[in-house]
């Protein structure tokens, strides 16, 4: 299988667009990608904050690149930086309202989106 790179996933346009961080990145290979207009069984939403992502990249950089369009705005080309599978993060908890951060672990399975992540000690989630 012959590798593909940002270029070749995007839309021309984006070649046009100078002054944006994706433009950087358009000759990074690209290691997976994400479309919920077709039927992928492994398919994820979109991790990051820009709500009308329904297209986007996983890239050798460990970045990933969405093409959001937004009905008000236009295009955008968001990039976020991955996080590697199993990563713990840490969060201050304001549930146990202590001052050290609270190990959280990222939660999957039926029904449950990603974005979401338990706190091994009181166990309350985190949606971000």
């Known amino acids: 299988m012959e590798k593909k790179t940002l270029r070749d996933f995007m839309p021309t346009e984006l070649t ?4 944006v961080r994706a433009y950087k990145m358009l000759d ?4 997976k990608e994400h479309c919920s207009l077709t039927e992928q069984d492994d398919y994820k939403f979109w991790p990051g904050t820009h709500k009308n992502v329904f297209y986007w990249v996983e890239l050798e950089n460990g970045n990933a690149v969405g093409w959001n369009e937004n009905p008000a705005r236009g295009w955008s080309f968001p990039v976020i930086k991955m996080k590697k599978e199993g990563e713990v993060k840490k969060f201050w908890c304001w549930l146990c309202k202590k001052k050290q951060d609270h190990s959280w672990v990222p939660q999957k399975g039926e029904g449950v989106a990603d974005g979401r992540y338990r706190c091994q000690i009181c166990d309350s989630m985190y949606y971000g």
């Open 28 to 31: 990074v290979l690209v290691t």
């Open 16 to 19: 046009e667009w100078e002054d």
